[in-house]
């Protein structure tokens, strides 16, 4: 049969085809991870090719990697001084081995190892990118600039349910003693999850408008659940929320982006509630020395006080004895004064009666008559004081000092 008439069967096909791909050497391939499925004993992943701004894939290849290979290249990454988690959108570089599954005629690639240096290489850049954005549009000081309450006794918290952070938060809190209100909205702290679940947490509290600040905390644990509070997404919540957010995530000193744009960055959930704590004990001591200084001045006002009115009265009380003591002067001199003036006024007032009594005589018609003078009266008995009240015939009487003689007047 010659080789235009010969043919084979689809899996004569296939395994020939494989064959060939055996044959091609092993090499280094890096892409977006798009699809993650994990089974009992192999792993099925898939990476791309991504055009800048594009979400369609440029081009996209099926791997697999058995469980036991697969956990081993996690235990390398966890190892790394900063270790990340293999998930989706995440950019890496796998050391791979073309194959073929000759069931379904599926060309897939066996991933052999993995170069954390790349990944991590990508992640520092993806954040640098993310705080670059967030640094343009003045988001990372944002929520800083939120006005803080002198007293913020009414706490919204965000964390695990049942975690060793909320046990330490609460306690640092309920040992203090002021009396805080927790609101918690638990999420979901570690995984794929961790994103969506704070954020509907954020969303709940914030309806709460009684709550002074926001705490999210973690506990500690694996470092590559921290690579989940870099999220974009969560960073521009937290940076746009409307009262300020305190984070306590994990132990590590290294932070991560949502500390970047949070009001207070805090290394533990312990150090989160002792810094609320020690805002209120603070706000408190400023009120009692406030206190303490009105009671102070109150005081000093009152001996000063206290001091002039004693003055005031040492200088009333010279003041009301010198004057008594020239009112009593005042009295005596006016008592000598009535004894003294009685008799003067009495002696005055019997000289001019004196006096009077002289001129009253000197008038006194017996006095003129006594001086060898006369007085004439008209019939009447009235004085006459001129002739030309007197006619021919008219009755008169003449006084004398020793009588009288009736006439009547001839001419």
């Known amino acids: 049969m010659d080789q235009e008439t ?8 296939m ?44 081009a996209t290849i099926p791997l697999y990697c058995f469980t036991f290979k697969f956990n081993s290249i996690l235990a390398k990454i966890a190892t790394l001084e900063k270790p990340f988690v293999l998930k989706t959108d995440l950019k890496v570089k796998f050391l791979i081995k073309a194959d073929l599954y000759i069931p379904y005629g599926k060309l897939q690639a066996q991933i052999l ?27 990372l000081e944002k929520n800083k600039n939120q006005d803080l309450a002198e007293v913020p006794l009414n706490i919204g918290l965000i964390t695990g349910q049942g975690t060793a952070a909320y046990q330490d938060f609460t306690t640092k809190l309920k040992e203090s003693p002021f009396a805080f209100k927790i609101t918690t909205a638990y999420a979901r702290m570690q995984g794929s999850e961790t994103e969506n679940s704070v954020l509907e947490a954020l969303e709940i509290l914030k309806q709460n408008s009684e709550i002074d600040v926001v705490c999210i905390i973690r506990g500690g644990g694996s470092k590559t659940d921290l690579n989940y509070f870099d999220s974009e997404a969560l960073c521009r919540a937290v940076a746009n929320y409307p009262i300020p957010v305190f984070t306590g995530i994990g132990h590590e000193i290294d932070k991560s982006l949502l500390d970047e744009v949070s009001y207070q960055y805090c290394i533990t959930p312990t150090d989160c509630a002792k810094r609320l704590v020690d805002r209120v004990q603070n706000s408190w001591q400023r009120m009692m020395d406030v206190g ?6 109150a005081r000093n006002s009152f001996m000063q006080e206290k001091t002039l009115h004693a003055q005031m009265a040492v200088s009333l009380k010279k003041t009301l004895s010198f004057v008594f003591k020239t009112e009593y002067a005042k009295l005596d001199r006016n008592r000598d004064g009535l004894n003294q003036g009685t008799r003067k006024i009495l002696d005055l007032a019997k000289s001019k009666f004196d006096i009077l009594e002289l001129k009253v005589k000197s008038v006194d018609p017996s006095t003129v008559l006594a001086k060898g003078y006369t007085l004439t009266l008209d019939e009447n008995g009235k004085f006459l004081r001129s002739k030309k009240s007197l ?11 020793d009588g009288e003689i009736k006439s009547v007047v001839e001419d």
């Open 292 to 297: 303490k200084s009105i009671a102070e001045k």
């Open 113 to 139: 190892d993995i170069d954390p240096v790349y990944t991590i290489g990508e992640l520092a850049l993806t954040k640098s990118a993310i705080l670059k954005r967030l640094a343009l549009e003045g988001l």
């Open 15 to 58: 395994t020939s085809l494989k064959r060939t791909l055996e044959t091609t050497p092993t090499v280094w391939v890096h892409g977006v991870i798009t699809q993650i499925n994990e089974k009992s004993k192999v792993v099925y992943l898939s990476i791309a090719d991504f055009a800048e701004g594009c979400v369609e894939p440029q």
């Open 391 to 401: 006619t021919s015939g008219k009755k008169i009487t003449t006084l004398f000092k």
């Open 6 to 13: 010969r043919s084979y069967s689809v899996k004569q096909y």
